[in-house]
């Protein structure tokens, strides 16, 4: 059955997520991940060494190494060589703000995260190479979290107490989202202490064509996790597929607490997004920033979609919920 407008009803609630404004990008290839900037946003791709900065009016700004170039040939690194960078957020450590930036850990080279001081000074960036082996190992390991599947974090998003990390749906494997605390979150980073193992919530998300939406990417506002999925016939986390439909939802920070873990899938709120006349948006929405709009119940979002061709698209979405 055709869905109406892009619009899940759940508990009685409706959610529209509609494109208000996109903006297309040939210079910043395959993005992946977005997070406010004193002057508009900062956004990094899958597949790129860089990390982007545009305006508030969405004019690309400057870009800034993260690390070693030489593989970025014909403007995006090869498949093999990538650290798959899908997530950013920021995280503040003894009242000084940092940018985090983790790999999906789907292979060896996706165990990889960076920190980037804040703020950049002269154009150039201040990074931290960090390897987060072990906890993808782990992960990857708990046939809870990934069933027969590979890992494949893909969301990020940091509050006051907590340290959130978005686990993809694929085939028989479901959305999860892992906890931590940001104060052993920090330990890591900042003091080498180890990393404690996360809590685990289950989440169900729309499907269509019998696949699930997949999470993609998170930010918190309003006491809320939001998150972006979208739905790839793809066969696993390294290849890619056909995009039926991205998703943006939200996720109550009540609901990711040890009690809940320990219950059931969780069927998590989330409205396909749309043009303003019902038409399914079919590129990959990858991460979000979401903002207040003039009216309760209602957010700009700030969105970045990822083509697989090497180029990416940032759209301007406007969220309701009622």
């Not at 899938?265 to 396909?272: G, N």
């Not at 019902?278 to 990959?284: E, L, N």
């Amino acid at each position: 059955m055709e869905e109406k407008k892009g619009t899940e009803k759940t508990d009685a609630e409706t959610i529209t997520a509609v494109v208000t404004g996109k903006t297309f990008y040939d210079n910043i290839p395959s993005g992946s991940g977005i997070e406010t900037a004193p002057e508009g946003y900062y956004i990094i791709g899958d597949d790129s060494p860089f990390l982007y900065l545009v305006g508030k009016d969405f004019t690309f700004t400057e870009k800034y190494a993260l690390f070693d170039t030489s593989d970025f040939k014909n403007g995006r690194i090869p498949k093999p060589l990538k650290p798959d960078l899908e997530s950013l957020a920021t995280i503040n450590y003894k009242n000084k703000n940092y940018l985090l930036t983790l790999g999906s850990g789907s292979s060896e080279a996706r165990n990889l995260g960076y920190l980037i001081e804040l703020p950049i000074v002269a154009g150039k960036a201040v990074v931290k190479q960090f390897s987060f082996r072990k906890l993808m190992d782990a992960l990857q390991q708990d046939t809870t979290v990934v069933g027969e599947e590979l890992l494949n974090i893909e969301g990020l998003a940091i509050s006051d107490e907590n340290v959130y990390l978005l686990q993809r749906a694929l085939n028989k494997a479901g959305n999860v989202v892992l906890t931590i605390k940001v104060s052993d979150f920090t330990a890591f980073l900042f003091e080498d202490k180890p990393l404690p193992a996360p809590t685990a919530t289950f989440f169900r998300l729309p499907t269509l064509q019998h696949y699930q939406a997949g999470f993609s990417g998170a930010f918190i506002l309003d006491d809320k996790l939001f998150f972006t999925a979208s739905i790839e016939s793809a066969p696993n986390a390294i290849l890619d597929g056909e995009v039926l439909g991205s998703y943006i939802g939200y996720i109550p920070l009540a609901d990711l607490t040890e009690t809940i873990a320990a219950g059931k899938t969780i069927v998590a709120k989330a409205a396909k997004v749309t043009d303003n006349k019902g038409k399914t948006y079919t590129g990959k929405i990858e991460s979000l920033v979401v903002e207040k709009a003039d009216k309760p119940g209602n957010y700009r979002v700030i969105a970045i979609s990822d083509d697989d061709q090497g180029h990416s698209e940032l759209l301007e979405v406007e969220f309701i919920v009622k």
